[in-house]
């Protein structure tokens, strides 16, 4: 009987620290914070080469998480920004309004440079995502509801 308890108390602490570590690796993997404060959790509007739509584009970072209007669509993913600027972007998911005429180009527009962003800056207030030559895809400013 004692044999028995001893081996079943050794399964709880092969598997706490299974957990332990499990959850160890997730953080490392998926941060759940930025190191700039103005870009977590801050919702922005694009402020350049804005179309005229009836809803603005926009994108919200928080913990690890983006979200988003694209001009069609609503858009999520996951997201890694580092100190160094560097950010990783994952296949986002889309919901699937049918679109036609100038929401729809804007939509293929913003999707494929969303794609191609590698680098982020806050520059006077405005939040510029730039390729992995530091050209200038997309730029925000922080998004205030009327």
């Known amino acids: ?6 081996h079943k108390y050794w399964r709880l602490v092969l598997v ?7 959850n160890a690796c997730n953080t490392k993997a998926n941060p759940s914070s930025i190191h700039d404060p103005l870009l977590n959790q801050s919702q922005w509007v694009l402020a350049k080469n804005v179309p005229n739509l009836s809803r603005p584009i926009t994108v919200l970072f928080e913990r690890g998480r983006m979200s988003g209007f694209n001009g069609c669509n609503s858009y999520s993913g ?5 100190e160094d600027g560097t950010l990783a972007l994952g296949q986002p998911s889309v919901s699937r309004i049918l679109c036609s005429g ?20 806050l520059v ?15 730029t925000f400013q922080t998004y205030k509801p009327t």
């Open 78 to 82: 996951n997201y890694i920004a580092n």
């Open 102 to 121: 100038v929401p729809s180009q804007t939509e293929r527009d913003y999707m494929d440079k969303l794609a191609r962003v590698r680098i982020y800056a």
């Open 124 to 138: 006077r207030g405005q939040l510029v995502l730039l390729d992995a030559q530091r050209k200038p895809l997309l």
């Open 1 to 6: 009987m004692i044999l028995f308890m001893q």
């Open 16 to 22: 706490g620290c299974l957990l332990l570590t499990l």
